[in-house]
């Protein structure tokens, strides 16, 4: 069974702050990754998604890709207080797999003034 | 396009009533998934289709669950003879298959309370 782990938290970080989100997943062959956000209450919102080694950056965000650890993150610089939420990671098969994401439990961030 | 739609965005009900729940994806695109969510946990996939045909359901999904897409745009889900355990967000996600990469878009859900 495929897993995708991450600590469920709370992160809390101060405003300004880089805030640093984690998460493993077991499928090697995995290689489609996504970040989403979710405020309590609401659906998942896509932030960012990567599919190579390496980083991605997207105004505040960084996503940051290691196949051979089996290990995506998601970075967040000047965090706000608007950005405290879940975030989700996501992980799929290559083309030809499953089609069906996996995702793990969520890291809950708190980002206080 | 105003993305994913869902309706309704709340229900309750009694313990063994009939839910039926909608879900409009983004236009162009083949593939839709519900998913459920409790609190805490990550949306747990239920069912998929591409186009009209249904794919793949979860083992997870007992009997009392059924989805269709009759013409490969909206998509219904129905729960029969609801149990309290069914009480969830029910998420509806769409995505377009025919490019390099594949990538899901949410509804707003659904939330179903079942007294």
């Known amino acids: 069974q495929k897993e995708v782990e991450q600590n469920s938290g709370p992160l809390s970080v101060p405003e300004g702050a880089i805030a640093s989100l984690n998460c493993t997943y077991s499928?090697?062959?995995?290689?489609?990754f996504f970040w989403y956000r979710q405020y309590s209450g609401k659906s998942p919102e896509l932030i960012m998604s990567?599919?190579?080694?390496g980083d991605k950056e997207d105004g505040r965000f960084t996503a940051q890709l290691n196949k051979a650890s089996q290990y995506v993150s998601l970075l967040i610089r000047d965090s706000q207080p608007s950005d405290s939420a879940t975030y989700l990671c996501?992980?799929?098969?290559?083309?030809?797999?499953?089609?069906?994401?996996?995702f793990g439990r969520g890291t809950s961030l708190i980002v206080h003034p | 396009d105003t993305g994913v739609s869902q309706n309704p965005r709340h229900k309750i009900t009694k313990r063994g009533q009939n839910v039926t729940f909608r879900c409009d994806p983004i236009?162009?695109?083949?593939?839709l998934y519900w998913y459920r969510q409790t609190l805490g946990q990550g949306p747990e996939f239920l069912t998929y289709?591409?186009?009209?045909?249904?794919?793949?359901k979860s083992r997870l999904l007992s009997d009392r669950f059924s989805a269709e897409r009759p013409k490969g745009s909206f998509s219904t889900l129905e729960i029969q003879r609801t149990e309290q355990g069914d009480s969830a967000m029910y998420l509806c996600?769409?995505?377009?298959?025919?490019?390099?990469?594949?990538?899901?878009?949410f509804g707003p859900g659904t939330r179903l309370l079942v007294l």
């Open positions: 996600a769409s995505s377009d298959s025919t490019g390099i990469q594949e990538t899901q878009y």
């Open positions: 499928d090697r062959g995995s290689q489609s």
């Open positions: 990567i599919y190579s080694n």
């Open positions: 996501a992980v799929n098969d290559p083309p030809g797999g499953s089609y069906i994401p996996t």
């Open positions: 236009s162009e695109h083949n593939r």
């Open positions: 289709f591409q186009n009209e045909a249904q794919l793949e």
